[in-house]
């Protein structure tokens, strides 16, 4: 792997509600910086007339900094709804339900798409928070940390409110230590998907020489004695 350019130093540390933090970085809350939306509720009752089927994203279409496009549902939306809960690139997705908390990024992968009720999209107030620093923040809380939904909760409050995500403290450091943070952690987690895709394709080659050498399908020649 490259050598990553990461500047080691010693600074000062100050003890905030989320634990010992650099004396530079501030402690909010997330409905300070961010605007909290919920998406569009499923309805099988609700009348179509007037409305277009549009695709939409699912909790199961956010993973962990990732969004994965490959089954995409579609539910009729009015030319303002869709308006209204149209993603664009850059917007935050926190999972209301399901994996609670779990955040992506939307790069835009499909030219327009909305999301669903169980998805809340976040976008900064201001041009004081880089995006992927904060999926990658949740990612930590969460997964490493077991802050804000933990087991005990998940059993208790089985989803995210607007209002529980909008209270959540999060750290928000200098506008330039975030985006060097956040290329930092992107540049690591594009290196891990490529070997995975190409740990995934050696796996699919081996079960299909398996499959096909195992049946006579392909063949391999064997010398005779004597044959050069």
């Known amino acids: 792997m490259e050598m990553l350019d990461i500047e080691v130093f010693e600074g000062g540390f100050k003890e905030t509600e989320l634990g010992?933090?650099?004396e530079e970085w501030e402690v909010v809350r997330l409905g300070e910086v961010f605007d909290v939306k919920q998406g569009k509720q499923l309805s099988s009752k609700e009348s179509k007339e007037g409305k277009t089927l549009r695709p939409f994203l699912r909790t199961s279409n956010v993973l962990w900094n990732r969004i994965d496009i490959s089954s995409i549902s579609y539910m009729p939306f009015s030319d303002e709804e869709f308006e209204t809960l149209k993603l664009r690139r850059g917007?935050?997705?926190?999972?209301?339900?399901?994996?609670?908390?779990r955040t992506s990024v939307w790069e835009g992968q499909l030219e327009e798409c909305a999301y669903q009720n169980h998805l809340h999209r976040l976008r900064p107030k201001e041009n004081n928070i880089v995006n992927y620093f904060f999926s990658?923040?949740?990612e930590y809380a969460i997964c490493l940390r077991?802050?804000?939904?933990?087991?005990?909760?998940?059993?208790?409050?089985?989803?995210?409110?607007?209002?529980?995500?909008?209270?959540?403290?999060?750290?928000?450091?200098?506008?330039?230590?975030?985006?060097?943070?956040?290329?930092?952690?992107?540049?690591?987690d594009q290196r891990i998907e490529k070997e995975e895709k190409y740990k995934n394709a050696l796996q699919n080659l081996f079960k299909?020489?398996?499959?096909?050498?195992?049946?006579?399908?392909?063949?391999?020649?064997?010398?005779?004695?004597?044959?050069?």
């Open 20 to 22: 010992p933090l650099p």
């Open 91 to 101: 917007d935050i997705l926190v999972c209301e339900g399901g994996d609670v908390g």
């Open 136 to 138: 990658y923040w949740m």
């Open 146 to 188: 077991g802050l804000y939904v933990n087991s005990a909760n998940r059993t208790t409050i089985p989803n995210l409110s607007a209002q529980r995500l909008k209270s959540f403290l999060i750290p928000l450091p200098p506008l330039e230590e975030q985006q060097k943070i956040a290329q930092i952690l992107q540049s690591i």
């Open 208 to 228: 299909s020489l398996l499959h096909n050498l195992m049946t006579g399908k392909i063949r391999v020649r064997v010398k005779s004695h004597g044959e050069d």
